[in-house]
């Protein structure tokens, strides 16, 4: 087994035991916003066709993923921060990037029920089909790869952990309302629309919806523009946890 | 030498001077002693030689290799104990010794081994299956010294290791400290706690305001203090002088206790006053003796707002030289 890997395992036992008493509650908490999102969306919209609610569903995945990384993972990590953790953690002879990858890992698996779930009860409350393609797979992991790097960058890239919650709290605010995830990107101002041109966000729901439906979305850009998006917070994530103050 | 650092600056924000041309080496097999009072920028230096702060200048090597641009030898080679507490509030104390062991290279059969011996060694068996946060501060910090010295690198590094400790196992705990030396690593050792150092160490450097103030064994560092004894004096209760005669240098005054240096040639003269405040109902009692690392540091370190004192809190300065 190369060091590596090894290392891996290690660190992924280590987060999974740190984890083990917050981890079943995390994840029926994703499950309850899931379903809550399934069915509050008859709430917002009462006269809902089953086409508008595939579409609104399928947004679901990313508006999750998006809460975890960019919302709740700064918050987690800036008191660990705040604990000295990173001091502890980072001085083990292990490269910090497979801390990273142990730990984004316990981060998936925090997503990912929450996720099927929100699309299998969705479905079948809102009664129509998915269209599940083996793309599917990779784009969701994108989305949630990126999504978790993203929130590394916020984490470690504020100059104190106080400053990434209040970061995180502007983001609830920009993904529920001001994202084209709710709703089509067609009702936002235009000034917003370029905005959104650039961000991840409506490329995220995109993947999701072109790899779960038959809905008809530019999945290769998205597949782009959330892979670039991706590299960003790879890079970014490297180098903030590798610079010494 | 295993490790050496010399010149060692670090600046930060511009003009916040932590440490100012530190320089030191530590042998194979040796428990050396960094002592400072708090803010002294003990924690800065190990912070600087396992990687976590860039220094502004200077040199650190491990084994000749510069760790300063090679941070991931320093951190293969170095095992740490942080000042803060590790991590571990999911992890029994046995799963946390033992993932460190194996994280750092060790193989399955010789870290349970080595697990089970630190834990019976440090006797802390009754709470090695406890999750880490049900641990009271002490026994946590045990634990992380059993992380760092599971599968230690060749250089220990040991931030305040016996803080929270009770006495009992603070003994056992300097036992162990010994015994990695023994086995061949640089022991380290950050400590503000001047007494327990003396016992522990063999050589140590006394830091203060990010400068090196003194360097050598705990005798080297009293020889200044050849032609001194030192004299303690226990208040009766409620009882207290504003003013202690010239003969008594750099005292420190807890609440009922004052501790200062006498020189042997006013030893008689200090006794009779001594024994005058004992008569008058002043003193309670009084002691003479040698004088301990203690007052070579407060010498050193120039200030009296530093020492741990023994029984009661430092409530006023006398005398600073």
């Known amino acids: ?65 998006l809460m975890i990384g960019l919302v709740l993972l700064p918050q987690i990590v800036g008191m660990a921060r705040k604990e000295g953790t990173f001091d502890y953690m980072w001085s083990l002879p292990i490269p910090r990037m497979i801390y990273i990858a142990a730990d984004a890992t316990i981060w998936v698996l925090v997503a990912l029920p929450g996720v099927i779930i929100s699309l299998a009860i969705g479905a079948a409350y809102h009664g129509f089909s998915l269209d599940i393609s083996l793309l599917s797979i990779p784009g969701l992991l994108l989305i949630t790869i990126s999504g978790v790097l993203l929130g590394y ?28 995830v709710m709703y089509p990107v067609e009702q936002l101002p235009n000034w917003l629309v370029q905005i959104h041109n650039v961000l991840p966000i409506k490329y995220m729901a995109d993947l999701s919806r072109g790899t779960l439906t038959d809905l008809d979305v530019n999945l290769g850009l998205a597949f782009i523009v959330v892979g670039a998006w991706c590299a960003v917070g790879f890079v970014a994530t490297y180098f903030l946890i590798k610079r010494r103050r | ?65 510069d760790v300063v641009s090679n941070p991931d030898y320093a951190r293969q080679n170095c095992s740490f104990q942080s000042q803060t507490q590790v991590p571990i509030a999911g992890l029994t104390a046995i799963q946390a010794i033992e993932l460190v062991g194996l994280i750092r290279g060790g193989n399955n059969i010789e870290v349970q081994k080595r697990t ?73 050792l950050v400590t503000h706690n ?101 007052d070579a540091y407060v010498r050193m370190v120039g200030r009296t707002d530093v020492v741990e004192i023994t029984e009661g809190d430092i409530v006023n300065e006398q005398s600073t030289s």
């Open chain 1, 1 to 65: 087994m190369s060091r590596a890997l090894r290392s891996y395992l290690l660190l992924l036992k280590w987060q999974a035991l740190s984890q083990k008493p917050i981890l079943p509650l995390s994840m029926a908490v994703q499950i309850m916003i899931a379903i809550g999102f399934v069915i509050g969306l008859s709430f917002f919209y009462p006269e809902l066709s089953s086409t508008i609610a595939k579409y609104l569903i399928t947004g679901a995945p990313t508006i999750i993923i």
């Open chain 1, 153 to 180: 960058t916020i984490a470690h890239g504020a100059p104190k952990p106080e400053i990434a919650h209040l970061i995180t709290q502007v983001l609830v605010f920009v993904i529920m309302i001001f994202s084209p």
């Open chain 2, 1 to 65: 030498m295993l490790l050496k650092i010399n010149d060692l600056v670090k600046v930060f924000n511009k003009n916040i001077l932590a440490n100012d041309g530190i320089s030191l080496h530590i042998e194979k097999g040796e428990v050396f002693g960094l002592l400072g009072p708090n803010g002294a920028g003990k924690t800065t230096m190990v912070n600087q030689i396992i990687g976590l702060t860039m220094p502004t200048s200077g040199s650190i090597n491990i084994n000749g290799i």
């Open chain 2, 116 to 188: 089970k011996q630190l834990i019976d060694n440090l006797e802390i068996g009754e709470w090695a299956n406890k999750m880490g946060a049900t641990l009271s501060g002490g026994v946590r910090r045990i634990v992380a010294f059993c992380m760092a010295a599971v599968f230690p690198g060749s250089v220990v590094i040991l931030d305040e290791p016996t803080n929270d400790i009770d006495p009992v196992r603070r003994r056992l705990l300097w036992n162990q400290v010994r015994s990695l030396a023994d086995m061949g690593s640089a022991v380290l």
């Open chain 2, 194 to 294: 001047v007494l327990e150092a003396e016992r522990a160490v063999d050589r140590l450097t006394i830091i203060d305001q990010g400068k090196v103030v003194g360097t050598g064994t705990a005798a080297d560092l009293k020889g200044q203090d050849e032609d001194h004894m030192r004299l303690e004096l226990v208040f009766e209760p409620g009882m207290q002088f504003s003013e202690h005669p010239d003969l008594l240098e750099h005292a420190v005054t807890s609440r009922r206790r004052v501790i200062g240096r006498i020189a042997e040639k006013k030893v008689v003269e200090a006794l009779e006053w001594a024994q005058s405040l004992k008569e008058k109902g002043v003193v309670e009692e009084f002691f003479l003796g040698p004088t301990t690392l203690e």
